[in-house]
DNA sequence: CATTTACTAGCCGATCAGTCTATTATTCGG
DNA sequence: CCGAATAATAGACTGATCGGCTAGTAAATG
């Protein structure tokens, strides 16, 4: 049932779309997201992104240098849509801080539970594939939870100085302890297909 | 300098080793721990592990079945390995519970520096990438945090009952939320090959 | 119409997990 | 003590898949 997909791809370059675009690169890095939250780097061959997005070898390399530059952009990429996603919950006025952070685990439970617990966190992923990554991806990973952990922390200072978290509470340190806490619940929740871990910790 | 070590193999069923043995078998598993706890899983193939242990494949496949059936003894074996080592802290007699804890934590903690912080936890890593492993695995290895969890529950009640926490302490849900921050903190430090997130997570 | 841009088909050498045959040491039945 | 069976090793080999490359085709552009 091709509806409208299968764009029956030619030789040569193709004729503009008007519009319905199907922006090739773009759909790359989309399903590269969605399988490398999966499987990970090294287990997943650019052949079955290819097949997924319907895309030849060829496209590929006209986009991306190597299998290297393209996680890299996958990581900037997830990077930026999960800091947006943060920032979403975490400076939303209409609630107070804690109830913010509340908002956000459960967002991102129900999006694990969409995917049926088989998708956890790309950086994640690759932070513990790090032995069998190029080596450019560590200090790009790190940053990431740097990124992560101030926007946690700004949150938690919001909390202190509104009073819902003692005051001497030191809020750098529990932001760090979060992410590494969180990073391990959706490790279990992915190995186990169960949120329980998530709700477990989430009442830290 | 092939001091001893390179003992020239030659074609057909070793002699004997009548002492200094240098059993088969056992150097493939050891040197597949060190590698997976590095790599993970699906980034290590065999060819390197018969590399490093310096095996011609036809051994490999004398012992065991399938790439599979050697991921399945290595889980086994790093998992009773493991529980042996918790059972030496947690079952100390010498000290009081939470210090046969902090015992444990310190323990760990020198074995990843002895390491570079370059190997991680073998039942995270192959949890993480559980996506592209046997589906086989995955029972196994929530049956090991399963039994990891078991242990240090039982260290927390006798902490409890000694009144080192509080006499309301839920010690199956703290001993859950232990492993899952602790394999947090493992991966972290890893990534960054750094004890900080280890420490951090200690002062839970 | 010539050049540039956007793209693709098909191939490459390397490596993957796994198999096969050959070779030799040991064990054991008689 | 001998011969058959078996255990342990050696390493060439297979087909599939890996990441990556190249030559070329067709639309867009001037």
Redesign the interface.
Known sequence: MDTGIAPKRGRGRPPKQRNGFSDTREALLRTGVEILT???F???GIDEILRRVGVPKGSFYHYFDSKEAFGSELIDRYAAYFAHKLDRFLLDDSRSPLERIDGFIANARQGMARHRY?R?CLV??L??????LPEAF?AR??QV?TDWQARFEACLLAARAAGEIPADADCA?LA??F???????V??A????DPA?LD??AD?
Chains 1, 2 share one sequence.
């Open positions: 999966e499987k990970g090294s287990a997943t088989e956890g994640g992923n932070g513990q594939e790090m032995g069998a560590r990973l790190t939870f340190r760090a302890c992410w590494i806490g969180w990073e391990g619940a490790l279990r992915k190995l186990e297909r871990a477990l910790f830290y």
